[in-house]
């Protein structure tokens, strides 16, 4: 299991899925967020693994 | 399926842009970023080196990126932060001040930053503005726009920059390019271009150096460059236009990686041969009240917005 931050919200996830499954399982346009692990860049297709934690931060801004 | 390797060495890619094919490694991508912008400014004729260019920063991931690209590049670029007085619970102008002061003392000690408070020098923090105009909440964007374009552009006037660089990057360009062609705004789509050109009667240069990337594009340069940037969204753009805009885009770049790139370049290609013949756009004059352009007789829409509050105070006067 891996923890899984966005905004103020925190899920423990199966570390056996992609990074895209993840957002995708979350509701989320791959387009609208990237992912960090352990404060590094990380891409999508990388599996999240049963370690540290991975923040999802959105991209989008505007108004 | 693996990991993607980056196109240029053997190293793990931290970012895959479908719509270019082409996955990079964090050295790569902040050099490909780089090169890119360089290219972009060259192509569009935004700027030269001994240009003195005002980048306006926000605090967010775009303009601090943009005026770290430009520093990198060796452009001559100073910044000029606005505080809006957006306040409201989560005090969102005092913070994105703190970052863009933490960027120019911490990563560029060297760099001059202007920084202005709407409500010293008008009396009214932007809030209070739109809430003044009909329409009110839902103006708030249009207002905090208006008000920003005309501040950029005076006081690059008054300090004698030639060029006003923002960070707009192709997500925002597109989200108007959507909102202009649902609307058939032709006057509006002949404006729309990465560069406008100063116009001799009070309006300096404006360019668009990241208007060839996506935003989480521009997002990942900032993270990958640990730029410290304010996360949090505008308060007041909660179910702005624009955004419902950005969201119906990605859903289609989603499915068909290059949507949004081909939407908005393919717009540019078209406007350079003579799309939407017989508009053109409205011919500039100075404004009767600050001279800065207006397409307007008489005030420009900046100086509308404030007459009101200038009357009020007239007659507080006498």
Known sequence: MVKVIFRNAEWQIPGNITIRELITNLGLNPQSVLAVRDGKLVNNETRLGNQGEVKLISVVSGG | MGVHRCRRCTADSVINMRQHRLALCEVHFVEWVENITFSFIKKHHMFEADDRILVAVSGGKDSLSLWRILLKLGFQADGLYI??????????????????????????????????????????????????????????????????????????????????????????????????????????????????????????????????????????????CNIEYIQDECPFSVGATSLRLKEVLNSMENGSPG????????????????????????????????????????????????????????????
């Open chain 2, 83 to 224: 505080d809006l007085g957006i306040e409201a619970e989560c005090s969102y102008s005092k913070r994105s001040g703190e970052y863009v002061e933490k960027f120019a003392q911490d990563i560029f000690p060297n760099v001059k930053l202007h920084v202005l408070d709407i409500a010293d020098i008008y009396g009214k923090t932007i809030p209070e503005m739109a809430g003044r105009r009909k329409g009110g909440r839902k103006k708030f964007c249009s207002v905090c726009g208006l008000v920003k374009r005309h501040e950029m552009n005076r006081v690059a006037r008054e300090l004698g920059y030639t060029v006003v660089a923002t960070g707009h990057n192709l997500d925002d360009e597109a989200a108007v390019l959507f909102g202009n062609v649902l609307h058939w705004e032709a006057e509006y789509l002949l404006r729309q271009s990465p560069v406008l050109p100063a116009d001799g009667v009070g309006l300096v240069k404006r360019a668009k150096p990241l208007a060839r990337f996506y935003e989480r594009e521009t997002a990942a340069y900032a993270i990958i």
């Open chain 2, 259 to 318: 949507t949004k790139l081909q939407f908005y370049f393919s717009f540019l290609r078209a406007k350079e041969h003579s799309l939407l013949p017989g508009y053109s756009r409205p011919e500039l004059r100075p404004c009767e009240k600050c001279g800065q352009a207006t397409g307007a007789p008489g005030l420009c829409a900046f100086c509308r917005l404030l007459e009101p509050a200038r009357a009020a105070s007239r007659r507080g006067q006498d």
